[in-house]
């Protein structure tokens, strides 16, 4: 059985969704999973998982969110070689820079010498019915990526 770890940043509470609803698409295909928030967590407890995913939202116009900044800094400095890793998120389509946060951490894990392991996922805002089935399909290519 393998382990995912999720880390989360959330300030209104629609990114610890998003991570939720991938938890728990994961737990449905066997997997075991822990969903941390960042600030509790550091870079280096991805080495203990198969897969490694960020949940993050972009604040304004298209910053990192401060509380997962050190998080976000660590991680170009751990070796995840062999496994895998997905980025999911929240932004606002008002800005110029929509979840730009999603792209920034999908080229820091790509430092970590991990495999893409599915499309990330972009919310505007809330998760709705599409977005749902965006992040249960996401959660599904992770886990058969894994084999």
């Known amino acids: 059985?393998?382990?995912?770890?999720i880390?989360?940043?959330?300030?209104t509470g629609n990114t610890e969704e998003i991570a939720d609803i991938v938890a728990e698409k994961l737990e449905e295909l066997g997997h075991t999973v822990d969903v941390d928030e960042c600030t509790t967590v550091?870079?280096?407890?991805?080495?203990?998982?198969d897969m490694a995913i960020v949940a993050t939202y972009t604040y304004g116009d298209g910053d990192l969110p401060d509380e997962i900044v050190d998080f976000y800094?660590?991680?170009?400095?751990?070796d995840?070689?062999?496994k895998i890793?997905?980025?999911?998120g929240s932004g606002d389509t008002f800005y110029d820079y929509f979840c730009k946060s999603v792209?920034?951490?999908?080229?820091?894990?790509?430092?970590?010498?991990?495999?893409?392991?599915?499309?990330?996922?972009?919310?505007?805002?809330?998760?709705?019915?599409?977005?749902?089935?965006?992040?249960?399909?996401?959660a599904q290519e992770m886990s058969a990526k894994l084999g």
Not at 42 to 49: G, P, V
Not at 107 to 132: H, P, R, Y
């Open 7 to 11: 880390v989360y940043a959330s300030m």
């Open 1 to 5: 059985m393998a382990l995912a770890k």
């Open 103 to 138: 792209d920034e951490f999908e080229d820091q894990f790509a430092l970590t010498g991990a495999t893409k392991g599915a499309n990330s996922v972009k919310v505007d805002l809330a998760a709705e019915d599409e977005d749902i089935e965006n992040l249960e399909a996401f």
């Open 80 to 82: 995840l070689s062999g």
């Open 42 to 49: 550091d870079a280096a407890d991805f080495e203990d998982a």
């Open 73 to 78: 800094e660590d991680l170009a400095d751990v």
């Open 85 to 88: 890793f997905g980025v999911v």
